[in-house]
């Protein structure tokens, strides 16, 4: 399906567990964008992508790692979780041209316990 | 520092008109984005203005003063469909890579 596509739409892990959230989308969009969205804070922006291989912080990128050796995947992964990163993520992603608006995909709900 | 105001709540009735305003103070400008946000799932795009004046899509009018730092969001013919979070966003400075500056979105319910 043409798209952006999150997984998994849900999780519970426990604190210390490493958790990777994945993103795909078909559109082959430069820029790729993780927020995590939380009561209070709005959309914060973890890492961002313009291309394949690179990749650079946003606002609140401690505790994450990213890749992004292809176009079309950008996933995020929690080395370490905490339960300070229970949160809703969010993938985007974006032409590199006009308005650049974003496309988002429906989100990963995780909680770590 | 780079800053977005919204009201946080809003009510409005069924059929009606409301205004959702979002004032902002950044390092530069290039663009302001509004978003729609339903409990439960993801921001979906409903208008961008880069220059001063409305853009006029269908129910949905966003204005734009760059020199007050101000836009509105205007919806008309409220439906109850249109209760949501409405979220501002404003693009800073050209050269920070696409980077968006989001406020905390207004809530807007929608009553018969």
């Known amino acids: 399906d043409a798209g952006i596509t999150q997984s998994p739409r849900y999780k519970i892990t426990e604190t210390g567990r490493q958790v990777t959230l994945m993103c795909h989308q078909t559109?082959?969009?430069?820029?790729m964008f993780w927020y995590r969205q939380d009561l209070g804070h709005g959309l914060r922006l973890i890492y961002y992508?313009?291309?394949?291989?690179?990749?650079d912080k946003g606002e609140v990128p401690d505790g994450y790692v990213v890749s992004r050796s292809k176009t079309e995947n950008f996933p995020l992964t929690l080395e370490s979780a905490t339960r300070s990163q229970t949160s809703v993520y969010f993938c985007?992603?974006?032409?590199?041209?006009?308005?650049?608006?974003?496309?988002f995909g429906a989100g990963s709900r995780l909680t770590v316990l | 520092g780079q800053n977005i105001d919204q009201p946080t709540e809003m009510t409005a009735t069924e059929g009606a008109i409301v205004q959702i305003n979002c004032t902002y103070q950044t390092s530069g400008f290039n663009g302001l984005f509004w978003y729609q946000q339903h409990a439960g799932e993801a921001p979906t795009f409903l208008s961008y203005?880069?220059l001063d004046g409305l853009e006029e899509k269908g129910r949905f009018s966003s204005f734009l003063s760059r020199s007050k730092g101000y836009s509105y969001l205007l919806l008309k013919e409220l439906q109850m469909k249109d209760s949501a979070s409405y979220l501002c966003?404003?693009?800073?400075?050209?050269?920070?890579?696409?980077?968006?500056?989001w406020g905390l979105g207004t809530s807007l319910a929608v009553n018969p």
């Open positions: 992508s313009a291309a394949a291989d690179i990749t």
């Open positions: 559109w082959s969009h430069s820029y």
């Open positions: 966003a404003v693009r800073g400075n050209a050269g920070n890579n696409r980077k968006l500056i």
């Open positions: 985007a992603s974006s032409e590199s041209s006009g308005a650049n608006v974003l496309t």
């Open positions: 203005n880069v």
